[in-house]
């Protein structure tokens, strides 16, 4: 550990992680060209600011969910670069977690969006 660490140099490493993350972890650039679409359709579907607050809370928790995972995978590779079932049991459960928040976010955004894109059908096929 560094010892006095700034507040700008915690900062700065920080956005090391995501660039990093961002650079290699296909997953993460999916998601984020994702939350980019999904928040331009909430601005062009003229959602609630309470649902674009709740849209934005998905995006962080799954962006997030996929940080912890590059840091998990990059923690157990350093332990063991041999097959390990823990190592394994580690990998698959840091997948799972963004699994899951992926796909609540989903669902959330099913809920968001359904009304606004069936009544947007709807003029268009009228
Ligand atoms: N050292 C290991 N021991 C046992 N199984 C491993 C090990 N490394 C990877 N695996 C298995 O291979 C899978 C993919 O691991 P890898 O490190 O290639 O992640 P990845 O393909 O980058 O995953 P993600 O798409 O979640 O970023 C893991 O979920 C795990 O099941």
Known sequence: MKPNCKW????????????????????????????????LAALYFGLSLRDIALLLLVIGFVISAELFN???????????????SLAKMAKDAAAGAVLIAACFAVLIGIVLFYEPVVTWFGIISS
Do not use: C
């Not at 900062?11 to 998601?31: C, D, P, W």
């Open 70 to 84: 590059t840091a998990i995978e990059a923690v157990v590779d350093l332990v063991t670069p041999e097959w390990h």
């Open 8 to 39: 700008s140099d915690t900062f700065r490493y920080a956005l090391e992680g995501i660039v990093v993350s961002l650079k290699t972890q296909r997953n993460m650039r999916i998601h984020l060209v994702a939350a980019v679409i999904v928040m």
